[in-house]
């Protein structure tokens, strides 16, 4: 167990940090020789999109659909807080690194769990029945939605000894690398493409056209 948590935990940072700068150098080195994306990008309009679009509820499109809103925040806040604070994640690297930092009570983590869980039920009904998602769904995305949420079941399963406790820890673990190691490679790198494209449609919209940033 000791082997598979040192592989996997150096497989899966490792595999997120590279892919992640080689994708971002690979992008900017296409928009220098594109040439029109990087004149365009103003830090006053880009930031001010940024501000606007992380606000709840700021959009139009998100006051057009404000239960999909909700359920999006609280999914984002948990998935990205739960891993980050959850103790058992938290003592595995103070034991390897000699450093940690705080971490949220287990019934507040077991909760956070819970949201990501039901959130990722509601983008699967959401996909199968809206037909302006459905038209973009194939089953990729319904594969990536399941590899989304398959380290939070193995983990509050874990946690809660429901099952043999060293089998869903090897589950969890392998879920959890794949979890990392797909994000720089498949749509969830939209966690760092938000950033840039949004800078660039709001600099579009403010310094260019001079429009509203919807
Ligand atoms: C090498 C990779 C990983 C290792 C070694 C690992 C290890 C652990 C351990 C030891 C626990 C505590 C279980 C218990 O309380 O008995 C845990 C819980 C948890 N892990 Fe991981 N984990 C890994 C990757 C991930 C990833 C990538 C995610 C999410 C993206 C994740 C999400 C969680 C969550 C949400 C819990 C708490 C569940 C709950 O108590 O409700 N883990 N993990
Ligand atoms: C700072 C990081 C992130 C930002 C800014 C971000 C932003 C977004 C945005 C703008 C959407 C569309 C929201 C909507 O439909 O209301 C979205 C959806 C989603 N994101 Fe993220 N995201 C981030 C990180 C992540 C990560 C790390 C994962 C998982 C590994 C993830 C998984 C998802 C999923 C599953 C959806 C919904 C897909 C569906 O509709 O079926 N996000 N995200």
């Given at each position: 167990m000791e082997l598979l948590v040192t592989v996997c935990a150096w497989l899966g940072l490792g595999v997120l940090l590279l892919g992640v700068t080689g994708r971002l150098l690979w992008a900017w080195r296409a928009a220098r020789i594109e040439g029109s994306v990087l004149p365009v990008m103003s830090a006053r309009y880009g930031l001010r999109s940024l501000v606007h679009w992380l606000l709840?509820?700021?959009?139009r499109n998100q006051r057009l659909h404000p239960v999909v809103t909700l359920v999006s925040y609280l999914f984002h806040l948990c998935l990205l807080l739960a891993p980050l604070l959850v103790a058992g994640h938290v003592e595995l690297w103070r034991q390897r690194w000699g450093f940690g930092w705080p971490t949220l009570p287990d019934p507040v983590i077991d909760v956070m769990t819970l949201v990501v869980m039901v959130a990722v039920l509601f983008f699967l009904l959401r996909r199968l029945a809206a037909p302006e998602v459905r038209n973009v769904t194939g089953w990729k995305e319904y594969l990536l939605l399941m590899v989304v949420v398959a380290p939070f079941v193995t983990g509050i399963i874990a946690h809660l000894h429901l099952l043999d406790y060293r089998l869903v820890m090897v589950l969890h673990i392998v879920s959890g690398t794949l979890w990392l190691v797909l994000i720089p490679f498949s749509w969830l790198s939209h966690m760092f493409w938000f950033f840039f494209t949004r800078s660039y449609m709001g600099s579009e919209f403010g310094a260019v056209r001079n429009a509203r940033d919807w």
């Open positions: 709840p509820l700021s959009t």
